[in-house]
């Protein structure tokens, strides 16, 4: 079963912040973020493999709420190039499989 | 090579032939993944391969599905029968999953079907 992102779709103006969910009704052992742009593969952001775990890099954050199987991913002060579709992912533990909501589109307009 | 490689990039067939898909991953990476994502939509879990562990095919969707993978290297999905559904883009991505936990995956450009 595959987690739930929320919302489907978001735009934002150039500078403005932007909250992306997801969560699941199966243990959440890892969550993984991707983003994809436009007719290009999806591209590793971020794991957190603990709960309460936050990470980040440049202005991108997540965390991990273990205990009500919970991830967020922050994004402050977007830019253009942030736009595309963020994906999490729900790590198997230690079967390695990884299971993908359905994605939330970003739109980042000047 | 540097990146996983997918071949063809483009395929277009006719209803009911068969078409194989060839992912090329990381070289050292031990887990292979197939998704398929169609127009639009999101990343949908194929099948999964981890070393010589029994792969997890609990995404194929028919038994029309299918694939295969010498050691860890080369991985072929095969499609039977092709039907106008199946038309996507097929991502091959690897992943050297330290300890067998899922790592960073590593995608492929993907192999564009057309099925017509």
């Known amino acids: 079963q595959q987690p739930v992102q929320s919302p489907q779709a978001v735009i934002l103006r150039e500078g403005e912040d932007a909250v992306i969910n997801c969560s699941s009704s199966?243990?959440?052992?890892?969550v993984h973020w991707y983003r994809q742009k436009h007719g290009e593969a999806p591209v590793f952001l971020m794991i957190?493999?603990?709960?309460?775990e936050q990470k980040g890099h440049d202005k991108i954050s997540a965390s991990f709420n273990e205990k009500k199987q919970q991830s967020s991913l922050y994004l402050t002060a977007s830019q253009l190039s942030y736009s595309g579709t963020y994906f999490c992912?729900?790590?198997?533990?230690?079967?390695?499989?990884?299971?993908f909501g359905k994605g939330t589109k970003l739109s980042v307009k000047p | 090579g540097a990146g996983v490689s997918q071949s063809p990039s483009n395929k277009v067939t006719e209803k009911g032939k068969d078409v194989e898909l060839r992912c090329d991953p990381i070289?050292?990476?031990?887990?292979l993944y197939w998704y398929r994502q169609r127009l639009g939509q999101g990343l949908e879990f194929l099948i999964y391969?981890?070393?010589?562990?029994?792969?997890?095919k609990s995404g194929l969707p028919s038994d029309r599905f299918s694939a295969e993978r010498t050691g860890e290297s080369v991985s072929t999905l095969t499609i039977q029968r092709t039907q106008q559904e199946d038309s996507a883009v097929y991502l091959c991505?690897?992943?050297?999953?330290?300890?067998?936990?899922?790592?960073?995956?590593?995608f492929g450009e993907g192999s564009r079907l057309t099925v017509l």
């Open positions: 991505a690897s992943s050297s999953n330290p300890g067998g936990r899922t790592g960073e995956l590593f």
């Open positions: 199966k243990a959440l052992y890892s």
């Open positions: 957190l493999l603990k709960g309460g």
């Open positions: 992912g729900r790590g198997g533990g230690s079967q390695g499989n990884l299971i």
């Open positions: 070289s050292g990476h031990t887990a």
């Open positions: 391969f981890q070393g010589n562990s029994a792969p997890d």
